[in-house]
């Protein structure tokens, strides 16, 4: 089934630096987003990018997309310990139902240390 | 809003047992969707609903698993006999737009089956 796969499994960093992710995925989608995961919590939407969008940006984040590659990345600046978290691309594709359904990756890790 | 809301947030249940997870999405979204977390597969959709119709039931395990949408503000996923491998944590997601937006978790159920 369509899935991300992210790149690095696991990051550690430390506080200031900034972190990139990977994500790549196999089949055509009509838009890509990233949502963060606390340990224990819920996921929660970082952004959206559309299969027509190459880069998009969110306060400290910055998102890109290749289209021809397949791939997108995740750019966090500047981090933050409060960044520590997991990290996952969802790719969504339309489906001949007319409904499209979100597919995750197995996400990256991310420690940031002070 | 109260966000997406999930109940329990733990359940320890002997084998064998019948398992019955909640879930009530943020008011107005149409689609639903039921995931499985663990650290194995990652995240895997089990089923979506839209408009409190069942649309892609294909991430469903096995017989044993059963989800229903009796109108727009409830959904239970049911596991009927439970075994140890359905350990893992449950999630509610919500969205609206037939799911092409982004998605709203809940804080998720943490099921333990002995």
């Known amino acids: 089934s369509q899935q991300g796969e992210e790149d690095p499994q696991a990051l550690s960093i430390q506080e200031g630096e900034n972190a990139t992710m990977n994500c790549s995925y196999k089949?055509?989608?009509?838009?890509l987003q990233w949502y963060r995961q606390n340990s224990g919590r819920g996921l929660v939407h970082l952004i959206l990018i559309r299969s027509n969008e190459r880069e998009k940006h969110s306060g400290r984040l910055r998102v890109t997309l290749d289209t021809s590659k397949k791939s997108s990345s995740l750019l966090i600046t500047a981090s933050r310990a409060a960044d520590t978290a997991s990290y996952f691309c969802a790719t969504v594709l339309w489906r001949n139902s007319g409904y499209s359904t979100l597919t995750f990756g197995k996400g990256t890790m991310l420690l940031v240390s002070p | 809003d109260a966000g997406v809301i999930q109940s329990p947030r733990h359940e320890v249940t002997e084998m064998g047992q019948e398992v019955t997870l909640r879930c009530k999405p943020i008011s107005g979204h149409n689609s639903l969707f039921w995931y499985r977390q663990t650290m194995m597969r990652g995240l895997e959709l089990l089923i979506y609903f839209n408009n409190n119709v069942p649309i892609d039931d294909s991430g469903m395990p096995e017989d044993r698993f059963s989800a229903k949408m009796p109108n727009a503000s409830f959904s239970t996923l049911k596991i009927q006999p439970s075994e140890p491998r359905d350990s893992a944590v449950y999630f509610c997601?919500?969205?609206?737009?037939?799911?092409?937006?982004?998605?709203?978790f809940g804080q998720g159920t943490r099921l333990t089956v002995v």
């Open positions: 089949t055509s989608i009509n838009n």
């Open positions: 997601a919500s969205s609206t737009y037939r799911g092409n937006t982004e998605a709203f």
